[in-house]
């Protein structure tokens, strides 16, 4: 079992509906988590952090669930350049609390 | 420089070819990551640096793989006989946090696509 869980997709929406990512890890030991972003040959750069209070930037929601071990992304009025794979990302803690565990991403697609 | 800087950006190797893929990360950055990221996939972690010391290798693959930091700067990862399963793109990241706990701050330079052939 993958160690962070994602939908890969792809998610094919209209300009401006909303759309919801979901992600789930199994190491209850995860201290940290995050949602990257990551355009067609490019790198993968930070969107935001999560937190289990919730956390809001703009037309981006991200929530964690810590009792269920599960994260979400909610992007609201989508854009086309909305249109990139989303990483589900979780830091462990204690020893390799450096590394970042990737999940396999999804892949959004927004259409005129 | 302004980001972190890997070269080259593509590669092309026969099949039991040595390569060495560079990091250049940002300047005064103490922690250095190599990643690599399959088709279709996540990044996976191989390596971390912080300055020269290498302090975790955990992730590298196999012994065909090696990376090196000597002057706590520029990072070489170099994979000996290369196999078509090294076809990945190489990620190098840097941040100018060290030790634990510390997983924020992370850049990720553009990363070089390694195709075996």
């Known amino acids: 079992r993958k160690e962070v869980e994602q939908d890969p997709g792809p998610f094919n929406v209209p300009e401006g509906a909303t759309v919801a990512f979901n992600c789930t890890y199994s190491?209850?030991?995860?201290?940290?988590f995050f949602w990257y972003r990551q355009d067609c040959r490019k790198e993968p750069k930070l969107l935001m952090s999560?937190?289990?209070s919730g956390n809001e930037d703009g037309r981006f929601t991200a929530q964690l669930n810590r009792a269920s071990q599960y994260i979400s992304l909610l992007i609201r009025d989508s854009k086309l350049s909305d249109s990139a794979t989303y990483l589900c990302v979780v830091i462990l803690s204690g020893a390799g609390s450096y590394q970042l565990t990737f999940g396999k991403g999804t892949k959004l697609s927004v259409i005129p | 420089g302004a980001g972190v800087s890997q070269s080259p950006r593509y590669k092309v190797a026969k099949r039991g070819q040595d390569v060495a893929l560079r990091c250049d990360p940002i300047s005064g950055h103490v922690s250095l990551f190599w990643y690599q990221q399959a088709l279709g996939q996540g990044p996976e972690f191989l390596t971390y640096f912080q300055n020269e010391a290498q302090l975790d290798k955990s992730g590298l693959p196999s012994d065909r793989f090696f990376a090196e930091r000597p002057e706590g700067s520029v990072s070489t990862l170099k994979i000996q006989r290369t196999q078509q399963e090294d076809s990945a793109v190489y990620l190098c990241?840097?941040?100018?946090?060290?030790?634990?706990?510390?997983?924020?701050?992370?850049?990720f330079g553009s990363g070089t696509r390694l195709t075996v052939v």
């Open positions: 990241a840097s941040s100018h946090y060290g030790g634990q706990g510390q997983g924020y701050g992370y850049t």
């Open positions: 999560v937190y289990s």
């Open positions: 190491n209850s030991a995860s201290q940290s």
